[in-house]
């Protein structure tokens, strides 16, 4: 090292010495070793941020909403899942992270002695040969002094720190494997380095073990610093030099600081001093530079140092300790080793302890922000195309609505024009039917007999007879060409719900709806009740009487019969009352209830028959002839139309009788069922359109159907739109976290990491 340096280093000392408590307070303050405490704690904010984010991400991986969505994919899912228990893991590595310095040496090079200097305090064994036994680890704790401890391995119970004299040298007689680590627990407020997260491992001397691979996987993988202590009063050796070799295979660019300790010894040889550091300072320089590669020759003058431990630990132990010369120059170039061991174990720490976990970190928010912003676009993408879909849908909804208050009218007309059609067809037949009524009539063939019993029942048979024959021949003539109508509107209408119906599964049920076979439409002439108040008038009328003459005449066909019909009606009632009186009158005289109803029925007969108009204009007009042309040809007139009177009353037979009940009959049933020709044919229309209108409601009850279809899927899309809507609120505040936490580590990367690089 050049005098120059040399001299910067011994005005620094003095300088340091005359600096005031508050410099000194300043200077803890400033410490390095601050810094590592500071990204600690940044790290562990950031992680604690990503944890809690990584939480709500995985609760919203979890909702409905997103599971519905189909927006993300399982493997994105579970991908993202994971960082949970990555970050959990990282979390607690970075709690516990300290910085940490392993100390290496042979026997008795200091090792313990500069740990000891380091702390202020003798608190690890030292003295004469191979006195620490196995690896001593001091780290801060919140004990106090009076209750500092230390544990050994395989064991929870704490043991008194006084009790580590003896335990952790190699002159105790309780022995532990060179391997195993003690953990010394020393009050933090004690030690600046203690206090700031610095761990300082004592380790036994390298040359009393064979298993150095087993050291260094143990306890030396995680160090941050190596200060190789070796003795300035002789020179490297192999086993020293192949140790850190073994180390520098197994880390990369390890920090390693050489301390040439025991350097008070030149205090009486200074003509020989200066030699053996050039001496010394090459060899380390070659070491380092050459050898190991882990810095190069400028680096290499930070990394070497000249020192007393013992004189240091004198120091700083004592008030007024008798030392040898020179003693303030090795206690600088602790102290400058102390500050960039500070320096170095610092950003050492922050380089080892969390590039990694920040590079991950990084990588990880990096990759969820990636997840989220491409759940976040195909959210968009699927609301944008749901939104689409909901519009067309709307709109169809609104043309299915016109289309069907078109199909709906168009069928209304339809079915309006098939009923005229209908009513107009059974108008016309109808009444060409009624026209033939007499032909129907005379091809009833039944027994006919005059007796009034018997012509109740021929009534009767002849009106279900006129019934069925009407009604087959309206059926013969009408249905075929009805039903082909009624088809044919069918069919149309199955047409036109075909194109309003979309759904393959309605669409088949459309095309596999079938007509009623089995409709028919029933004419309900009823000729019973029509025909019900039909009188027959079979009695015998000579057709040269006057009555007959008179009809002839005049047209009227009730002519003199308004009286006959009176005594008729006056006849059947008394006898009915008569009836009645002979059963209330049971105890009285039969023969004489007999003989009173005789009495008044030939009364009633003498009534009729001098009130008979015929026979008293006959009387009138023969009284008159008799007069005026006299008897002779008064007989022969009498005679001539007695014998025409005699022929037609031979020829008033049950035949006769027969056909002028068929000819009373036919004109009867004529004039009564053309009362009711109108109800006839609109009955029948109507039958056709309540057929149609069942049809129709049964088509358009697919239609219907659709239309339920449609606001269902609207009713869905509006659900998944605004279940959409959340989605991409949430994946957007989610993102843009995932994006804050990536920019956190990226400031904590550039803050910590690029500076040190």
């Not at 709806?513 to 015998?540: G, H, K």
Request: proline letters at 2%.
């Amino acid at each position: 090292m050049s005098n120059r340096m040399q001299d910067y280093k011994i005005g620094r000392f003095v300088s340091m010495q005359e600096s005031s408590d508050a410099d000194v307070d300043n200077h803890v303050v400033s410490s390095p070793l601050k810094i590592f405490k500071q990204a600690r704690q940044s790290m562990n904010c950031i992680y604690l941020n990503f944890n809690s984010i990584i939480s709500e991400i995985n609760a919203f991986f979890e909702s409905a909403e997103l599971k519905s969505s189909d927006v993300i994919s399982y493997p994105e899912i579970q991908k993202i899942q994971s960082f949970k228990d990555k970050c959990e893991g990282l979390i607690k590595m970075i709690s516990r992270d300290r910085m940490k310095c392993v100390f290496f040496g042979r026997t008795s090079n200091g090792k313990s002695s500069t740990i000891n200097a380091m702390l202020h305090q003798k608190i690890l064994p030292i003295g004469i040969g191979h006195t620490t036994n196995c690896f001593l680890q001091v780290e801060g704790s919140d004990l106090s002094e009076h209750d500092a401890c230390f544990y050994i391995p395989g064991c929870d119970q704490p043991k008194k720190i006084k009790n580590l004299l003896n335990l952790g040298s190699a002159l105790s007689k309780e022995k532990l494997d060179s391997s195993c680590l003690v953990r010394v627990l020393w009050p933090k407020e004690k030690c600046r380095l203690l206090k700031e997260d610095v761990v300082l491992v004592d380790s036994p001397g390298i040359d009393v073990s064979i298993d150095l691979d087993a050291w260094i996987d143990q306890n030396c993988l995680d160090a941050d610093v190596f200060v190789l202590v070796v003795n300035a009063e002789s020179t490297l050796t192999k086993t020293e030099k192949d140790f850190f070799h073994k180390v520098s295979e197994k880390l990369t660019q390890p920090n390693i600081f050489i301390l040439n300790n025991r350097w008070d010894a030149t205090a009486y040889e200074p003509e020989t001093a200066e030699i053996v550091r050039d001496q010394h300072i090459e060899r380390d320089k070659e070491f380092l530079c050459n050898e190991l590669k882990v810095c190069d020759k400028n680096q290499a003058n930070s990394r070497i140092y000249f020192v007393s431990a013992r004189e240091v630990l004198l120091t700083r132990t004592q008030s007024n300790p008798q030392l040898p010369p020179g003693y303030q120059n090795r206690l600088l170039q602790f102290e400058w080793f102390e500050e960039e061991f500070e320096k170095c174990i610092s950003m050492s720490a922050v380089k080892t302890k969390f590039d990694q976990p920040a590079q991950r970190g990084k990588q990880m928010a990096s990759t969820l922000s990636t997840t989220l912003e491409n759940c976040h676009q195909r959210a968009i993408q699927k609301k944008t195309l749901f939104e689409n879909n909901l519009k067309n849908l709307i709109k169809k909804i609104q043309q299915t609505e016109q289309k069907l208050q078109d199909f709906t009218q168009d069928m209304k007309d339809k079915i309006h024009d098939v009923m005229e059609d209908v009513e107009k067809n059974v108008t016309l037949t109808l009444n060409d039917e009624i026209r033939k009524i007499g032909i129907l009539i005379d091809e009833f063939e039944r027994p006919f007999h005059p007796d009034e019993s018997q012509l109740n029942w021929y009534k009767k048979e002849m009106h279900e007879y006129i019934d069925q024959k009407l009604g087959m021949n309206l059926a013969k003539r009408l249905d075929e060409p009805l039903i082909q109508s009624l088809k044919s509107t069918q069919e149309d209408i199955k047409k036109r719900v075909l194109e309003l119906v979309e759904s393959e599964e309605n669409r088949k049920l459309v095309s596999t709806t079938i007509f009623r076979d089995d409709f028919f439409i029933n004419y309900r002439l009823n000729c019973s009740n029509l025909c019900a108040d039909f009188r027959e008038d079979i009695s015998f009328h000579f057709s040269l009487g006057f009555t007959a003459l008179m009809r002839r005449f005049t047209g009227n066909k009730t002519f003199n019969s308004t009286h006959s019909l009176f005594f008729k009606e006056t006849s059947n009632k008394f006898m009915q009352q008569n009836s009645q009186v002979r059963y209330d009158s049971s105890n009285l005289d039969p023969f004489q209830a007999t003989s009173q109803t005789t009495n008044f029925l030939a009364m009633l007969q003498s009534v009729n028959l001098i009130a008979s108009k015929s026979n008293v204009v006959l009387l009138a007009v023969g009284g008159i002839v008799w007069r005026g042309l006299g008897w002779q040809i008064l007989a022969l007139t009498g005679s001539l139309y007695g014998l025409c009177y005699l022929y037609e009353r031979l020829m008033w037979t049950k035949k006769s009788q027969e056909k002028i009940f068929k000819k009373q009959y036919a004109d009867y049933a004529t004039s009564k069922l053309r009362l009711i020709v109108d109800l006839t044919s609109q009955n029948a229309a109507s039958q056709v359109k309540q057929e149609l209108a069942m049809y129709f409601s049964q088509m358009s009850r697919y239609i219907d159907i659709t239309k339920d279809e449609y606001f269902q899927e609207v009713k869905k899309y509006e659900v998944d739109i605004d279940a959409l809507n959340k989605l991409i609120n949430k994946s957007k505040i989610l993102k843009n976290k995932g994006k804050y936490v990536h920019d956190d580590f990226e400031k904590f990367i550039k803050e910590y990491l690029d500076t040190i690089s």
